[in-house]
């Protein structure tokens, strides 16, 4: 009997220690992964602010005053005179 019964408490240690290691791991796990979610929060907001950034400066880009001072300035655009228009039948 004290062979067996020394093999009980040696099963018992071991999975007493697995146990106790598989806590400790499941515990750093879950702290890495918080980590990392806070990681990929953050980044999110910064995306989401840039992408509210490039929004404003899309409009104030494509802003039709802009475009027209644009047109004239840098293009050397002018609208065509009524003499110049020609129209254009749809059939």
């Given at each position: 009997?004290?062979?067996?019964?020394?093999?009980?408490?040696?099963?018992?240690?071991?999975?007493?220690?697995?146990?106790?290691?598989?806590?400790?791991?499941?515990?750093?796990?879950?702290?890495?992964?918080?980590?990392?979610?806070?990681?990929?929060?953050?980044?999110?907001?910064?995306?989401?602010?840039?992408?509210?950034?490039?929004?404003?400066?899309?409009?104030?880009?494509?802003a039709y005053s802009r475009v027209e001072k644009v047109a004239r300035e840098?293009?050397?655009?002018?609208?065509?005179?009524p003499s110049e228009q020609i129209l254009v039948p749809v059939e």
């Amino acid at each position: 009997m004290p062979i067996r019964s020394f093999l009980g408490i040696a099963v018992l240690w071991v999975g007493a220690i697995a146990s106790a290691l598989a806590v400790v791991y499941s515990t750093q796990r879950s702290r890495e992964l918080t980590a990392e979610l806070g990681r990929a929060q953050k980044t999110r907001d910064e995306l989401r602010y840039e992408q509210e950034r490039l929004l404003l400066e899309r409009g104030a880009w494509s802003a039709y005053s802009r475009v027209e001072k644009v047109a004239r300035e840098e293009l050397k655009m002018r609208m065509p005179s009524p003499s110049e228009q020609i129209l254009v039948p749809v059939e």
